[in-house]
């Protein structure tokens, strides 16, 4: 029996490596993802465009405008002589903000008054704008704590104290890298497997499968086996690239990690071979794939609290195998979680994973071709 279900793993891995061309998109693909997702993909901004407009002059501006020259986030694109321009570098996308500073900034600050900064943002990117204006008022911040201390203001009666737990630098690469594990994972497990029963059925082969000794899950096994050894040796790599490369601390156990790395793959294994067992060709196969994906990513919490979506589509988020292993992935680097704290996590994962392997072994001999 097992010699059989050898035979069937044997000849799926000669499916997928039989050329250079198949073995190329397994390798390349995923590694270049990586790359271009742990940069691009990520919250922080390094180069934040801003003008001037700059009615003062006084020391207090001058004092005010070198530290946000001396900020390694922000670059200055523009210095503005009049009001009818802050409207036009806004519009035109040329800055993200614009700083005015009134006639009589520094007259107010020396005469130990309040001044106000007028910041003007491009709010079209709403989440891009929220961080910039969180960087602005640091940087005003400081300005204020150097201008009272020079000038023997009193001190503010309460300092706030910031510090973030798990992340101290509050690195968006962080948070998004871990993701990226789950991500090409689940990509690349879903492609080996949902072009594989398809294939079958375009080669002519599917009925001569069927008419074997081989019983149902002896099938069900062949084909599931090589995409999970192929989607674990992706995900190990990528992880590894993540500590490696991109310098994301890993402070968890690695068994946790490798079980629900286990239970993930299985979970997408089953779901693969649905597809795969539904369509008649690769080409019907590699379309069920990408309809999955997008709102499996969308829906997992990758780039969007989960909380924060409606109640019906949170609920519609438990059958979705990507959600329980991001909690596991992103807690294993960055919390330094066990195995014991993703009892539910797991649970989700075994469950998906036996209906998705159920229904495809229901469907690979209830399919008609």
Same mark, same amino acid.
């Given at each position: 029996?097992?010699?059989?279900?050898?035979?069937?793993?044997?000849?799926? #891995?000669?499916?997928?490596?039989?050329?250079?061309?198949?073995?190329?998109?397994?390798?390349?693909?995923?590694?270049?993802?990586?790359?271009?997702?742990?940069?691009?993909?990520? #919250?922080?901004?390094?180069?934040?465009?801003?003008?001037?407009?700059?009615?003062?002059?006084?020391?207090?501006?001058?004092?005010?405008?070198?530290?946000?020259?001396?900020?390694?986030?922000?670059?200055?694109?523009?210095?503005?002589?009049?009001?009818?321009?802050?409207?036009?570098?806004?519009?035109?996308?040329?800055?993200?903000?614009?700083?005015?500073?009134?006639?009589?900034?520094?007259?107010?600050?020396?005469?130990?008054?309040?001044?106000?900064?007028?910041?003007?943002?491009?709010?079209?990117?709403?989440?891009?704008?929220?961080?910039?204006?969180?960087?602005?008022?640091?940087?005003?911040?400081?300005?204020?704590?150097?201008?009272?201390?020079?000038?023997?203001?009193?001190?503010?009666?309460?300092?706030?104290?910031?510090?973030?737990?798990?992340?101290?630098?509050?690195?968006?690469?962080?948070?998004?890298?871990?993701?990226?594990?789950?991500?090409?994972?689940?990509?690349?497990?879903?492609?080996?497997? $949902?072009?594989?029963?398809?294939?079958?059925?375009?080669? $002519?082969?599917?009925?001569?499968?069927?008419?074997?000794?081989?019983?149902?899950?002896?099938?069900?096994?062949?084909?599931?086996?090589?995409?999970?050894?192929?989607?674990?040796?992706?995900?190990?790599?990528?992880?590894?690239?993540?500590?490696?490369?991109?310098?994301?601390?890993?402070?968890?156990?690695?068994?946790?990690?490798?079980?629900?790395?286990?239970?993930?793959?299985?979970?997408?294994?089953?779901?693969?071979?649905?597809?795969?067992?539904?369509?008649?060709?690769?080409?019907?196969?590699?379309?069920?794939?990408?309809?999955?994906?997008?709102?499996?990513?969308?829906?997992?919490?990758?780039?969007?609290?989960?909380?924060?979506?409606?109640?019906?589509?949170?609920?519609?988020?438990?059958?979705?195998?990507?959600?329980?292993?991001?909690?596991?992935?992103?807690?294993?680097?960055?919390?330094?979680? $066990?195995?014991?704290?993703?009892?539910?996590?797991?649970?989700?994962?075994?469950?998906?994973?036996?209906?998705?392997?159920?229904?495809?072994?229901?469907?690979? $001999?209830?399919?008609?071709?």
């Amino acid at each position: 029996m097992w010699l059989r279900v050898l035979a069937l793993i044997r000849k799926e #891995f000669l499916a997928l490596l039989r050329d250079a061309a198949s073995r190329a998109v397994l390798i390349g693909p995923p590694l270049i993802q990586l790359m271009v997702f742990g940069y691009a993909a990520t #919250f922080d901004l390094n180069h934040i465009a801003y003008a001037v407009y700059d009615q003062d002059g006084g020391a207090a501006a001058r004092q005010l405008l070198a530290r946000f020259a001396g900020s390694t986030e922000f670059q200055r694109v523009a210095t503005l002589h009049a009001q009818q321009q802050v409207r036009g570098v806004l519009d035109d996308r040329r800055a993200l903000l614009v700083l005015h500073i009134g006639p009589d900034f520094s007259r107010r600050l020396l005469a130990r008054r309040d001044a106000s900064l007028q910041v003007l943002i491009d709010g079209r990117d709403s989440n891009t704008a929220a961080l910039v204006q969180n960087d602005v008022a640091q940087v005003v911040l400081d300005f204020n704590r150097a201008w009272a201390a020079a000038h023997a203001w009193p001190p503010p009666p309460a300092r706030l104290r910031m510090r973030a737990w798990f992340n101290p630098d509050l690195l968006s690469r962080w948070f998004i890298v871990p993701g990226i594990v789950a991500l090409l994972m689940l990509l690349i497990t879903l492609l080996v497997t $949902g072009l594989s029963v398809a294939r079958e059925r375009e080669l $002519g082969t599917y009925d001569q499968l069927l008419v074997t000794p081989m019983r149902t899950w002896e099938i069900l096994l062949g084909k599931a086996v090589p995409g999970v050894l192929i989607g674990g040796l992706e995900g190990s790599v990528i992880a590894s690239l993540a500590v490696l490369w991109f310098g994301v601390p890993f402070t968890g156990s690695v068994t946790a990690l490798a079980l629900g790395m286990l239970l993930f793959l299985l979970a997408a294994v089953g779901v693969g071979l649905m597809i795969s067992s539904i369509a008649r060709t690769q080409q019907q196969g590699l379309l069920g794939v990408f309809l999955f994906m997008v709102p499996a990513v969308i829906l997992s919490g990758f780039a969007t609290p989960i909380a924060n979506m409606p109640r019906p589509v949170q609920w519609l988020t438990l059958a979705n195998p990507m959600r329980y292993f991001l909690v596991i992935v992103r807690d294993v680097f960055l919390q330094g979680a $066990g195995a014991a704290q993703f009892t539910r996590q797991y649970a989700g994962l075994a469950l998906i994973a036996a209906c998705s392997l159920g229904a495809a072994a229901w469907l690979f $001999g209830r399919r008609p071709d």
